[in-house]
């Protein structure tokens, strides 16, 4: 009987570990969640804070991270196949064309990006007549760089030549190949470059306000599985605020995650404190930037309700409750 009893609970770990159900933990049955990005960038900080302090697990979440390019990364979280994904960016202009989906968490308030240029490139007047990376047009990447260069005395539809490069690692090589006199870049990247005898031009956070790094879900998400939402909203916030208060931790865990020596992991975290959320919002005009933008790529859409994108409301009791 005992054989038979032992046998019995093997099956029924096997079968819920192949249906993708919950999994024993730790003493605990933890929940699985799937939550996508696009790229490793250290503006989803919070998120790599919460999975190395144990965050998720305390509120029974095991959390899985694979990476997606954005487009299949919608169609991935429409479809079920994941829960959640780090590509606000164009889930705001989803949610602002009507599609069920939401932006719920923001790991920074400005654009983490930096202007970063060849060694022979000592002002951003240096860059009229050179090509400049950027990730792809009527991208945050794109709208940055235009208005840097803008309040930087250069007409960026005459006076320099956007190129669409995609992902930031393409980016990076680009540069160094010197394909580009200049492309965005994001820590650790623009870091590893001012190692390499490169430098930053500008930090594109003091010349625009937008959000970025954000975190979406679907609407059937948060009215079917709110408990789960919060949950996982709670880690990050837990995450998020370790970040800001514990710097010292947090660069050991920049260490190992992106696997930097501890003076570029000091480097990365000071350049990222820049631009990290005081509370995983977002104040009112940075999400009319973005508004702006969805304007201009889809001409007729007139105006677009802040609440048609973003859903900050298990956040901000998160924020009032406090953490643990």
Known sequence: MERQMQLGITILIVLALSLGAPMWTSGAWAERVKLALPSKSMGYLPLFVAMNRGFFKDEGIDIEVPMMLPDIAHNALFQGEIDYHGVADSALRLGAKGAPIKTIFFGTTLPNYFLTASPQIKSVADLRGKYVGISRFGGTTDLAARVALSKNGLDPQRDVVLIMIGLPSTRYNAL????????????????????????????????????????????????????????????????????????????????????????????????????????????????????????KMEKGIGDIPLNKMVDFRLIEEIRREGTR
């Open 176 to 295: 160094m190949a010197g394909s580009v006199a200049a492309t965005i870049t994001n820590p650790p990247d623009n870091v590893a470059l001012r190692q390499k005898g490169f430098h930053d031009l500008l930090f594109l956070g003091d010349t625009i306000e937008f959000p970025s790094n954000g975190f979406a879900t679907t609407e059937r998400k948060l009215s079917e599985q709110r408990d789960q939402v919060k949950r996982v909203l709670r880690a990050l916030y837990r995450g998020l605020m370790f970040a800001r208060k514990r710097p010292v931790d947090t660069i050991t865990i920049i260490e190992r995650e992106w696997k930097l020596d501890p003076a570029a992991a000091n480097e990365s975290y000071t350049a990222l404190s820049k631009s990290i959320s005081k509370d995983g919002t977002s104040s009112e005009a940075g999400l009319r930037v973005h508004a702006q933008l969805i304007q």
